[in-house]
């Protein structure tokens, strides 16, 4: 039961990171080039409708109420990127042994000894001994999502 659970999890996971992407995207096209070509509200519709799969509501502008689109200022691809840091991480370093000892160290000397002293990608590529490229940060959030999830619910009924 707990291993149905856990694979519960991972049937929306697709959604949910065309959701993120969308997101990141508009956060990106907000903060980029001004003035903006358009209003907010029409520039979230034409976003929506080419990263998003569902589509936008018309009359609404739910981007006003969206905080992280204004606190962020074009990093919501943070969360991206850190979930890709975070599968790189451990499918590299510690998927084969949770508890190695020497991946372990090296996870706090190069991930947390330098309390946000020490730019982010020289943490990464000290913890994963390479520097990694857009395709290593895309397969890696690729390869965390259930491809075959149509099994999964076939299975539960």
Not at 84 to 93: G, I, L
């Amino acid at each position: 039961m707990v291993s149905r659970l856990c694979e519960s999890k991972k049937v929306c996971a697709a959604a949910d990171m065309q959701l993120q992407v969308f997101y990141a995207t508009l956060d990106q096209i907000y903060h980029g080039k001004h003035p903006l070509r358009n209003s907010t509200t029409d520039i979230l519709k034409e976003t929506q409708e080419t990263f998003y799969g569902l589509p936008y509501v018309p009359n609404t502008a739910w981007q006003l109420r969206f905080s992280h689109l204004v606190g962020y200022g074009a990093k919501y691809y943070s969360y991206l990127m850190s979930r890709a840091v975070a599968s790189m991480v451990w499918k590299e370093c510690f998927l084969q042994d949770p508890f190695n000892r020497a991946a372990g160290e090296r996870y706090r000397r190069e991930m947390l000894a330098h309390g946000g002293g020490r730019e982010p990608m020289l943490m990464v590529e000290g913890m994963l001994q390479k520097r990694p490229s857009v395709d290593d940060f895309v397969s890696a959030l690729v390869s965390d999502l259930d491809l075959d999830f149509e099994t999964f619910l076939m299975d539960s009924e």
